[in-house]
């Protein structure tokens, strides 16, 4: 069964800085990654996934993730964050003969000005 | 075009109630999920199905039953509700496996049990 691990449950930024999520993942076979955000008192968006082909992937907000397959990772990057950024970001993985996504425990992110 | 819709949005139980919460999706798609979310825990996967009078048990079942007669419904009962169960639910769609194809989630339903 694979697994997703979010080592960090909060991250506070000023906005304009640079940010990193963190995401690990494990798993025995081939994976597809994904990055989902929920705003507050709202259901989850996929804001970006991995499923083969380049192993960098960004959003259409300026959001990328790198899958790195030796690391097992799949960090959410962001060079510079807005206060509209904040939010809580999953990271979820799913094996490639499965049906079943599994989440991790989530990154809430806190951007002040 | 709707996608995936949840009802209801908030819901105070009492401890022994039993409800259920609606889950209806009108892209077709064969495979439903019901999770459910607790702060600092992400999602566990409750039941899903992979199709009408198709369902299978995820992470978390204990105290849950579901059913799928249509493709479009998913609806999530919980007979004896409890403390515990007092969390957020979602409800998903995806065309077919998780692979493709992106999966879809409604808007959620807040439960409290007292």
């Known amino acids: 069964a694979q697994s997703v691990t979010q080592l960090d449950s909060q991250v506070p930024v000023f906005e304009e800085a640079p940010v990193e999520l963190r995401c690990n993942y494990s798993?025995?076979?081939?994976?597809?990654l994904f990055w989902y955000v929920q705003y507050p008192n709202q259901g989850l968006q996929l804001l970006l996934k991995?499923?083969?082909?380049?192993?960098l992937v960004e959003s259409i907000n300026g959001f990328e993730a790198e899958f790195n397959k030796s690391q097992t990772s799949f960090h959410l990057r962001k060079p510079s964050v807005h206060i509209s950024d904040t939010a809580e970001y999953f990271c979820?993985?799913?094996?490639?003969?499965?049906?079943?996504?599994?989440f991790g425990t989530g990154t809430r992110l806190l951007v002040s000005p | 075009n709707a996608g995936v819709t949840q009802t209801p949005k908030f819901r105070i139980l009492k401890i022994g109630q039993s409800m259920t919460l609606q889950c209806t999706q009108d892209?077709?798609?064969?495979?439903m999920y019901w999770y459910r979310q607790d702060p600092g825990m992400g999602l566990k996967l409750i039941y899903y199905?992979?199709?009408?009078?198709?369902?299978d048990k995820g992470e978390v079942p204990n105290g849950y039953n579901v059913s799928r007669s249509t493709t479009e419904d998913f609806p999530l009962r919980l007979e004896l509700a409890a403390p515990s169960q007092t969390s957020v639910y979602f409800c998903?769609?995806?065309?077919?496996?998780?692979?493709?194809?992106?999966?879809?989630f409604g808007e959620g339903s807040w439960l409290t049990v007292v």
């Open positions: 998903a769609s995806s065309p077919d496996r998780v692979s493709g194809n992106t999966i879809y």
């Open positions: 798993s025995s076979v081939s994976v597809y």
């Open positions: 991995y499923l083969s082909g380049s192993t």
């Open positions: 979820a993985v799913v094996n490639t003969g499965f049906q079943k996504l599994v």
């Open positions: 892209m077709n798609h064969n495979y």
């Open positions: 199905s992979v199709g009408a009078g198709i369902t």
